[in-house]
């Protein structure tokens, strides 16, 4: 049992995700040692392929058919793939994560939040799913929480787009002294 879920009826036809732990924990160091943004999004395409790399051949249907539509702006129809992929493959963080950008997409921040909590918990290091945790944060104006998450993030990712919302002027800015 995963820790901190809610129960989960784990799927007997749904093997476990393949393990890219090693191949995640590298390509994060690679990012952080990277000199460039371009060098940086190397990394981060390579990370993509390994958080996509879903159980078996049902649940990489279901996934990519749900980021299809996604991209296609077919949120409800996203929405029932990743339903289905989340109820088939409950331990796979990248449903998880899909589904929350989806929900984050209709502005429904608090079902992110949940599905990005359960997203990272089942993958710690998830970036993607760090970040995303941050943006829902922030769309429902939690800016402490959301500045802690993005921070943590970027101490993985220093590359990430979002490091933008930490400048000055930036939506988490932090709050200072006027002069």
């Known amino acids: 049992m995963i820790t901190g879920l809610p129960v989960l009826a784990v799927a007997e036809t749904c093997p476990a995700a393949p393990d890219h732990i090693a191949g995640i924990d590298a390509l994060l160091a690679q990012t952080q040692?990277?000199?460039?943004?371009?060098?940086?999004?190397?990394?981060?395409?390579q990370m993509w392929e390994l958080w996509t790399d879903a159980p078996d051949a049902r649940a990489q249907v279901l996934l990519d058919?749900?980021?299809r539509m996604r991209e296609a702006w077919d949120l409800t129809g996203a929405l029932v793939e990743l339903n289905t992929l989340v109820e088939y493959c409950p331990a796979y963080a990248e449903g998880y994560n899909q589904r929350a950008f989806v929900n984050y997409l209709q502005q429904d921040f608090a079902a992110a939040l949940r599905d990005l909590d359960i997203a990272i918990e089942l993958s710690p290091n998830h970036v993607a799913a760090l970040s995303g945790r941050?943006?829902?944060?922030?769309?429902l104006q939690r800016l402490e929480e959301a500045r802690d998450a993005l921070n943590y993030a970027l101490q993985l990712n220093p590359w990430l787009s979002e490091r933008a919302l930490l400048e000055p002027g930036g939506l988490l800015d932090p709050p200072g002294e006027d002069i």
Not at 39 to 45: E, H, K, M, N, Q
Not at 134 to 139: D, V
Request: glycine share 14%.
């Open 134 to 139: 941050a943006l829902s944060l922030l769309g």
């Open 33 to 45: 040692a990277a000199t460039s943004q371009a060098d940086a999004r190397v990394f981060s395409g």
């Open 65 to 67: 058919r749900g980021m």
